[in-house]
């Protein structure tokens, strides 16, 4: 592929921290080392669909790497659910000379990204969400940022559980995977987590959490907002679905909290971290991350080697087939939830 294409670029999905280290690290090698033309598209798909463009430059780029959130903006935008969308995203890329597409989100993004490639799009994607429940990728960006959040606000909450000897439900992301929720949980100290891949008893919450006081110390527990108890489903904020067909989660963690409170006469409160575990600057492991998948992404829209995503494995950056990361949900394997379990109460 010859050097001094017209690349364009778009973030999709939820925002997550990182996403402007990419874009940054993606435009300078771009611009300095392959003569490209960087085209940022706005506000996710719908960029593409409706036009919306902005040219990324050195001098744009030149600030962002600390920042949150994503300059381009985002949604949950799906093409293929708009009448004509995918003819009017090819027509603006046709208008605006695009030769190649570096799509940058989680499952939903990647996959209208891999859908494009048998519809004729050149694309090439960057793997990001603060799930980290993308396969074919040891990690995502964003990810360690979530945790870290999570982490703090549990470190805040264990000396004000103690003060007022309360126990504390904590529900932090996690529709379909348990990752940040494990990871956090841990890190924290929690005395149970609860995650969506493991079914919960709240009898057996309530155990640990008795246990937990008789020590004289106030329980925290962990929960992600998709976890469910034995024999429930799903709490809903609302039953709406997006374009992707998703739900809006919540709730989990109030509920609990309530059943405790129920079950064993103890206080209880509920804490949801909600969008702040997506927010705010990016760690410096989620900094360095982002910014290597930048530089891989735009050599390989340089070498045209189109339907491919850089992943991470192990401590290199390889590019797999969009197919392969989009096939299924990375979720907690039971034997890992079963190494913290050992810990709880």
């Known amino acids: 592929m010859p050097a001094g294409m017209r690349v364009g670029v778009l973030t999709g999905g939820g925002d997550c921290p990182g996403l402007n ?3 940054r690290a993606a435009t300078r090698k771009g611009i300095s080392v392959h003569q490209h033309e960087i085209l940022g598209f706005r506000s996710g798909w719908l960029g593409p669909v409706e036009g919306l463009t902005t040219p990324l430059t050195l001098d744009r780029v030149e600030d962002i790497l600390s920042r949150g959130g994503t300059i381009l903006g985002s949604s949950r935008t799906n093409p293929y659910k708009i009448d004509d969308g995918i003819a009017r995203l090819k027509a603006t890329l046709a208008e605006h000379r695009v030769d190649a597409l570096i799509a940058i989100g989680g499952e939903d993004t990647l996959g209208v990204a891999e859908q494009l490639t048998h519809d004729g799009v050149p694309v090439v994607g960057v793997p990001k969400t603060i799930d980290n429940d993308l396969d074919a990728t040891d990690y995502t960006f964003g990810f360690d940022t979530a945790v870290h959040i999570a982490t703090e606000a549990i470190d805040r909450l264990r000396t004000t559980a103690e003060s007022h000897h309360r126990a504390l439900v904590v529900e ?6 348990g990752w940040i929720a ?7 100290g929690a005395n149970v987590i609860l995650v969506p891949e493991q079914p919960f008893s709240v009898e057996r919450v309530c155990e640990w959490v008795e246990q937990r006081f008789e020590r004289q110390y106030a329980p925290i527990i962990v929960v992600a907002e998709g976890a469910v108890p034995e024999g429930g489903k799903e709490l809903l904020v609302t039953g709406e679905r997006d374009a992707f067909g998703h739900v809006r989660l919540g709730g989990v963690g109030t509920w609990l909290a309530d059943e405790i409170a129920r079950r064993t006469g ?5 804490v949801v971290l909600g969008h ?3 927010g705010g600057t990016p760690t410096a492991y989620d900094r360095v991350l ?7 992404a735009i050599d390989a829209i340089t070498e045209g080697d189109f339907g491919k995503m850089v992943a991470l494995r192990g401590t290199d950056i390889v590019r797999v087939p969009l197919s392969e990361a989009t096939a299924r949900l990375k979720t907690v394997p039971l034997e890992r939830y079963a190494e913290a379990e050992v810990l709880f109460g």
Do not use: I
Not at 266 to 270: H, N, P, T, V, Y
């Open 266 to 270: 103890k206080e209880s409160r509920a």
């Open 21 to 23: 280290a990419v874009l």
């Open 290 to 296: 982002a910014t290597r998948f930048g530089l891989h």
């Open 182 to 188: 494990l990871h956090s949980g841990l890190a924290g």
């Open 172 to 177: 932090v992301m996690g529709r379909h995977a």
């Open 276 to 278: 702040v575990q997506r």
